[in-house]
């Protein structure tokens, strides 16, 4: 009886339940299909606006006002007092374009469409020391100038206006709409600008084995140093985007204050590779990028198969959906490098920024999709007095797209007005020729045709001969030892000279019989020949001590020797009695 009691009640509530759950239906069922749609679009657009980083509700709040400029610098900054104070634009606010206030949307306007200006560049192709090749695109002021005659061949001499020369972001090149953006604003300046190219883009093929990577600063400063020898007094400024901006800064950091660049700005740096690389694959958006930037680096490889397939590990390439697969299987093994984290340590700008030692300016968006700003050397920026950081709430990747129609990029207009301010002021940098370590020692030999592996990893073939700008640096380090030697008494000085000047005239004599090939080697061996010979006699001292520690130490086994081989002829030679005691 309890049993048939309990399924009775349990059949009686199912009954009422579904019931109830029947009149529900039965009650959703009258509201008009329209209204789900009206709150399945509304949940749809808020689950977007967190997906997708939207502000607009911000903006909005704050009645459109912006969000103003970060600055980060040392106290004792003469570079922003001088400088950055007058920058009217880095002191005001930013203000995203309304219908663009998100990262992303910002980030996929600028590459799908951007707006650039048009113009035409003017090409110049240029070979490395390795042979290499690079594209060098240049924009005038006269090119963009409207009623101007424009000049297809040769190029403006005039020293007096400044050069600047842009370092492209990863897979981009001057076509690129941002990198028209900052040519057309900076030439409406009244400056030259030189887009240098990434090898093999550009539309220009590689022809050597060396490929470009996050750290490879070697053209960059063959670039730089060729511009500086064609025009040695004009100001040279250097703009870096995204990769660029890293190696920018890498190379800046390299150098020191030996470098013919007057200040420089890095824009949207990826700072530290390796917390990229753990960013950039933390979240579904972020994976996007990373796919989409996997894609134009195999269709990079894929423009130059016949390297990639011989050098790399090209199934690997084919199968890369990630930048990580993409450096695992080729930047990796190309530069030479342990691991894809070794490539990514060793190639971090952070690593060089607090060796930077000439103006620099550097430009961040906090919301930046790409390069996170967890990875921003905020310490190393304040403790060095020649960087100054400006940072933006909003902005994206290399975006900052400002005005109701999306028509201008805010970078740009920071950027020219910096390059304004620091080249009206005297505290642009002036190269200093500093000497190299062990260059004295380094002779034409060196510079043949051998392998050689940089601090960067990358391996590069060097010419056979000396440029023009290593024997400038030839004659400057012969003049530094001229100068450390003043301290030799004036008879071993001439003394030294007249026979320097017979070993030269003697040399000459011989190297004119054997021809006119050799006298340009004799000509590079003799100052380094002139300069041992000095070296050896100013430390003649340190010579005869190690001439008697040769011969102390050395004593008791060749006196045991020649006592063994001599020993019969000296006893026949010693009277009887000596013999025996």
Known sequence: MFLGWLFSSMDLDWSSSSSG??????????????????????????????????????????????????????????????????????????LATPWLSSP??????????????LFKYRRQ????????????????SSDVSAGAIHMEDGFCKDESTPIVVVIPGLTSDSSS???????????????????????????????????????????????????????????????????????????????????????AVAVCSPWDLLIGDRFITRRRVQKFYDKALAVGLQGYAKLHQPHFSRLANWEGIEKSISIRDFDNHATRIVGKYETVDTYY???????????????????????????????????????????????????????????????????VRAVNEFLGELHASHFMHVQKKIPKPNTPLDSSIDRGPYVNVTEDGMVAALNNGLKADNTEE???????????????????????EAESNAKTAGSAAIIAEIGSAQDAAANVVAPFKRYLSQLSRQNQWSIWLL?????????????SALYIVFGKKIRSILPDGLVRR
Request: glycine share 6%; hydrophobic share 45%; net charge neutral.
């Open 104 to 117: 992303h949307l910002q980030t996929v306007f600028l590459n799908f469409f951007g707006r650039p200006p």
């Open 345 to 411: 340590r060793r190639c971090s700008s952070s690593n060089y920024v607090q060796s930077v030692s000439i103006p620099l300016l550097c430009i961040s968006a906090l919301d930046d999709p790409v390069c996170t700003r967890e990875a921003i050397p905020w310490d190393e920026c304040r403790a060095n007095k020649n960087v100054v950081l400006a940072t933006v709430k909003h902005g994206g990747h290399l975006a900052f797209f400002e005005g109701i129609t999306a028509s201008g990029l805010w970078w």
């Open 125 to 140: 192709l240029f070979t490395t020391p390795d042979g290499g090749t690079v594209a060098l695109d240049w924009l005038m």
């Open 474 to 496: 030839i004659q400057v380090m012969q003049d530094t030892h001229t100068e450390g030697l003043k301290m030799i008494p004036e008879e071993v000085v001439k003394r030294d």
């Open 547 to 559: 001439l008697y520690i040769a011969i102390t130490t050395s004593w008791p086994l060749v006196g």
């Open 177 to 263: 709409a941002y990198l028209k953006h900052l040519a057309y604003h900076t030439a409406k300046c009244g400056w030259k600008v030189v887009i240098s190219n990434h090898r093999g883009l550009g539309g220009v093929s590689i022809t050597s084995d060396c490929f470009y990577n996050a750290g490879w600063t070697e053209d960059a400063r063959t670039v730089v140093n060729y511009l500086h020898r064609e025009n040695p007094r004009t100001p040279l400024f250097v703009v870096g985007t995204s990769i660029g901006a890293n190696i920018l800064i890498k190379y800046l950091g390299e150098e020191g204050e030996n470098i013919p660049v007057a200040g």
């Open 21 to 94: 759950y029947r009149l529900l239906f039965q009650a959703l069922s009258l509201i008009p299909i329209s209204h789900y749609l009206i709150f399945a679009s509304l949940l749809l657009i808020l689950l977007l606006y967190r997906f997708l980083e939207f502000h607009f509700l911000q903006d909005l709040f704050s009645l459109f006002a912006g969000s103003p400029v970060a600055l980060t610098f040392h106290p004792a900054s003469e570079v922003y007092d001088a400088v950055v104070s007058k920058c009217r634009i880095l002191h005001s606010s930013y």
